[in-house]
Every structure is written in C-alpha cells, then in structure tokens.
C-alpha cells in the first residue's frame, strides 16, 4: 500500500504561482499513472492533469498553458507548478495514483488533498 501526502497549498493572490508536491511513502515507478485532482466547495471533483510513468502528460482544457504536472521516480514525488493562478482554481487538490495489475483490479491511491485559495 502506497501512501501519497500533497503539500505546497496555500493563500495566493491572482496571477500568482504555487507548487504542490505530493510525496509517496514507497516506489512510483510502478505507479502507471499519476495525476492532480482539484474539488471545489459544491461541484465534483476534476481532473486537472496526468502523468505516465513514461512522462506523457494531459492537462484539462482549463489548466492548459499555466500548470505544469512532472513527477521524479527516484525521489517518489509528483509534482504541480501552477502560474497565473485565478480565482476560480481556488480548491482542493488531490494527489492520485494508479497501478495497473495483469489480471487484476487496478490499484487507485489518493492523497489526502491540500487547500490552494486564490484571491482576486
């Protein structure tokens, strides 16, 4: 069992800058796909954006150009530079992880999530 700790959230203003990370307790390398989700007071949770462990990454179209996802197998840690902050990526965000497995049911860990707050 993996465990995923997000960190880096925070009070920012618009325009602003963070960088979440999101540190697990053992190997990522066989973690097939990580990835942030974001969760918004009253709305469902998003996808903001993946990473395989290959590197191949996907951003939702409202994150495009501005969050930046990476990842570091040798220190097991994800990553999530945000730039241009605006009010309405103000949530929380949580750290996920999957780990596909031949003939059985994928592994899904997620994080316990941390707060980003962007004020206008």
């Known amino acids: 069992q993996v465990q995923l700790v997000e960190s880096g959230g925070g009070l920012v203003q618009a325009g602003g800058s963070l960088r979440l990370s999101c540190a697990a307790s053992?190997?990522?390398?066989?973690?097939?796909?990580m990835g942030w989700y974001r969760q918004a007071p009253g709305k469902e949770r998003e996808r903001v954006a993946t990473?395989?462990?290959?590197?191949?990454?996907n951003y939702a179209d409202s994150v495009k150009g501005r969050f930046t996802i990476s990842r570091d197998n040798a220190k097991n840690t994800l990553y999530l530079q945000m730039n241009s902050l605006k009010p309405e990526d103000t949530a929380a965000y949580y750290c996920?992880?999957?780990?596909?497995?031949?003939?059985?049911?994928?592994?899904?860990?997620w994080g316990q999530g941390t707060q980003v707050t962007v004020s206008s």
């Open positions: 996920n992880g999957i780990r596909v497995r031949l003939g059985g049911l994928p592994l899904n860990y």
């Open positions: 053992g190997s990522i390398v066989n973690i097939n796909v």
């Open positions: 990473i395989t462990v290959g590197g191949s990454t």
